[in-house]
């Protein structure tokens, strides 16, 4: 049933309790709606909801074939072990290390997507039969928030045919288009468990140089997409004492807040949704989940929107960082494998990347560290099975530890010097000589 058709809306407090009361039951009573073959999608991140997961697994015996979309699992959960390959099947549309070890084994499956179009081909190619996600509490006009995930959410809610919510007081109300009324749930399953966190990580040497290299590069006024990790962490920090900045990504996180807490964000200077920190999801600390508690700075909107290139194009000055796994001589990133070994998955990189290079003004930042473990992460080619995220037509910016390489409008032989002299120098004489062999230089 399409949740338009699901009942009406009302603010009557009395009929409102009612109508919470009669679909609240237990995870155990709820989860029974679930069948053998079912596709059942599983909110973005923090909005997962472990007490449904733990309890579909206890009904396996039940259940055979049934497929779990999901992005970004955050906590262990009895499903995903081994030996419940029978009964469900782990489908990945972006891995995380609760994930990694089961989609590397072959034991789950994997959506290829780019995040902007994940609504679409939930809305288009997958039967939902069931979508799970954590809310936070019921307001008085009688609508629970997606809080933290927004993303491909609210497009899986028109169409699944059983909307099961986790009513979460630790989950924030947040703004924008991330509102569910109670007429359109079918079950609801009140738990109080924290909301899994991703603990902020302190930048070291290495992070703190190439942040500091793409700070320069911002200029006042600019419009911010920030990933999560050391580097990101780095950039944001190099940024606190820029003015006037905007922030529309696909994730906020912690750095964010202290770039807003130092006055550094004002979203003043923005072309559209001025005055507003606009993005999907989150994903921090308790720090920034309280931030984000009905604060009317920030607007979540889903991916489709956020994510969509030729809207991100739209803000002036803006800018894209993301990391990558390697590079090679054309500047090729390949960012979600390790060779041929699945590490994570496309995401919204190239969304932002493409975003950011239209945009008047804007500029798009691919970073990583020169080595791993004492070897070049910049290539003279990619391993055999390397899959490729952000395409060399695609590049602007590369920077590592030693510098930056500007790439777009660049020669394939300007290019290969250019990534060179950024490469850690132990490995520049290896990577010219091969560059020679290619006829790169």
Known sequence: MAWQDRGFVTSNPDLLKDQYSARLVTAAKAVECIRPNNDVVVAFGVAETPVLLDEMANRKDQLRDVRIHQMIPMRPAKYLEPGMDEHFTHVSWFTSGTSRNGVQSGRFDIMPNYFSLSPRMFAEFIEVDVLMATVSPMDKYGFFSFGTSIDYTTTVAEKAKKIILVVNPNMPR???????????????VEDDSPLPEIPFLTPGTEDLAIGQFVADLIEDGSTLQLGIGKIPNAVAQALLTKKNLGIH??????????????????????SIHRGKALACAALGTKKLYDFLNDNPMFELHPVSYTNNPNIIGKN???VS??????????????????????????GGQVDFVRGAVQAPEGKAFIVLHSTVKGKSKIVPMFRE??????????????????????????????????LINIAHPDHRPELREQAKKMGLL
Do not use: W
């Open 316 to 318: 002036i000055k803006m």
């Open 385 to 418: 099975g390397t899959v490729i995220t952000t395409s060399k037509n695609d590049v602007d910016y590369i920077v590592t530890e030693y510098g930056v390489a500007k790439l777009s409008g660049r020669t394939f032989k300007q290019r290969a010097e250019a």
């Open 249 to 270: 990504s696909e994730i906020l996180t912690d750095g964010m807040v202290d770039l807003i807490e130092a006055g550094a964000v004002t979203n003043n200077a923005k």
């Open 321 to 346: 960082i993301n990391a990558t796994v390697e590079v090679d001589l054309l500047g090729q990133c390949a960012s979600e494998t390790i060779g041929p070994i699945q590490y994570s998955g496309t």
């Open 174 to 188: 947040t703004h924008g288009n991330t509102f569910i009324h109670v007429t359109q749930a079918d079950f609801l």
